[in-house]
């Protein structure tokens, strides 16, 4: 199994709210995003995937939508603005896009650090 991983960065604003109903204080992160890929076997080219290809789906489907942007006002995120809901939001957004890249080809996990020393992975493996 071969797992190929494309790291993006993204500057974005959050304020999370707290179980006892208390929000944070609205500030920004440079957010650090580690996308994940596997497939059983390569292409034509002894690739999983082009790298710059998988650049592109980040760039088109998520950079474009979430960098300098404030996380709060965007509907996705209504419930709560958290690192875990963002991992997700990500691996939703390109689990599809990356599927149809070619077969045999399957978005294995994403990891989205906050902060230098706390990230959220997602997937979808049980
Ligand atoms: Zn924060």
Redesign the pocket.
């Known amino acids: 199994m071969y797992q190929l991983k494309v790291k993006a960065n993204f500057s974005a604003a ?3 709210r707290f179980k006892n109903g208390c929000v ?1 204080p609205l ?1 920004g ?1 440079n957010w650090k995003l580690v996308v994940c890929v596997s497939s059983e076997t390569l292409n034509d080219c002894a690739m999983v995937v082009d790298f710059e290809e998988l650049k592109k789906l980040i760039d088109e489907l998520v950079l474009s939508k979430l960098d300098h942007a404030n996380l709060n006002d965007i509907p996705s995120f209504s419930g709560n603005a958290t ?1 875990e809901a963002v991992a997700k939001w990500i691996y939703d957004e390109l689990e599809s896009p990356v599927a149809k890249t070619r077969d045999g080809i399957k978005l294995e996990s994403v990891t989205l650090w ?2 230098q020393d706390c990230c959220v992975a997602y997937s979808t493996k049980k």
Do not use: N
């Open positions: 959050h304020a999370v944070e500030h992160h690192c906050e902060a």
